[in-house]
């Protein structure tokens, strides 16, 4: 292909949503190659290392044959420029995200004048998902099933399953 039209999809993915996999589909659709890019040495502490993320996201898109999954340090911006992407993807769910993005959106394109950023509005049934959400119920041990893919509802609950005590911790009732 003589000039294959490459967008970035920079993000953490702690873990990887419907939500997010709904925009994958979306902008694997728009564009020739997506390149799903985790953002190394967050400061953030995650819930699912760097590896155990990019292979969440690996199996969730093995049928797209156009996208690929890669982790990127520093700026987006050079990153970008290094993967000769001319467009940067991001979702946005309601007004919230939209400042925020938008900032974001305009300090990159002050860093890389040739880059865009494509904003994709998830569908209804997803626009709801955010990870921060999904660790807080999988913490829990609340249902995750129809906010993450299956390969992530099974990795959050070994996660939990892992992590529980081994020992029941019950409250020793006062005898009356
Ligand atoms: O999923 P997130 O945590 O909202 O993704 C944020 C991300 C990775 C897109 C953002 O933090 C980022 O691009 N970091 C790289 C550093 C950078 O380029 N900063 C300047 C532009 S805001």
Redesign the pocket.
């Known amino acids: 292909m003589a000039n294959p039209r490459v967008a970035v999809f920079?993000?953490?993915?702690?873990p990887p949503t419907l939500g997010h996999l709904d925009v994958i589909r979306r902008a694997a659709r728009m564009f020739d190659r997506l390149v799903v890019?985790?953002?190394e040495n967050?400061s953030?502490q995650p819930c699912f290392s760097l590896d155990e993320r990019a292979a969440l996201l690996r199996t969730i898109v093995s049928d797209l044959r156009n996208v690929e999954i890669d982790t990127?340090g520093?700026?987006?911006?050079?990153?970008v420029r290094a993967r000769k992407a001319t467009a940067?993807v991001?979702g946005i769910r309601g007004a919230t995200d939209f400042d925020?993005e938008r900032?974001?959106a305009e300090?990159?394109r002050h860093?890389n004048p040739a880059m865009d950023t494509v904003f994709f509005a998830p569908s209804g049934a997803v626009a709801h998902i955010s990870?921060t959400r999904v660790r807080e119920i999988a913490a829990h041990g609340g249902p995750v099933h129809g906010l993450v893919p299956e390969a992530v509802a099974d990795a959050l609950a070994a996660r939990a399953g892992a992590n529980r005590p081994r020992t029941p911790q019950t409250k020793k009732r006062k005898q009356s």
Do not use: E, H, I
Request: aromatic share 16%; no cysteine.
């Open positions: 920079p993000g953490s993915f702690d890019a985790l953002l967050s953030k990127f520093g700026l987006l911006a050079d990153y940067v991001r925020y900032q974001m300090t990159n860093l990870s």
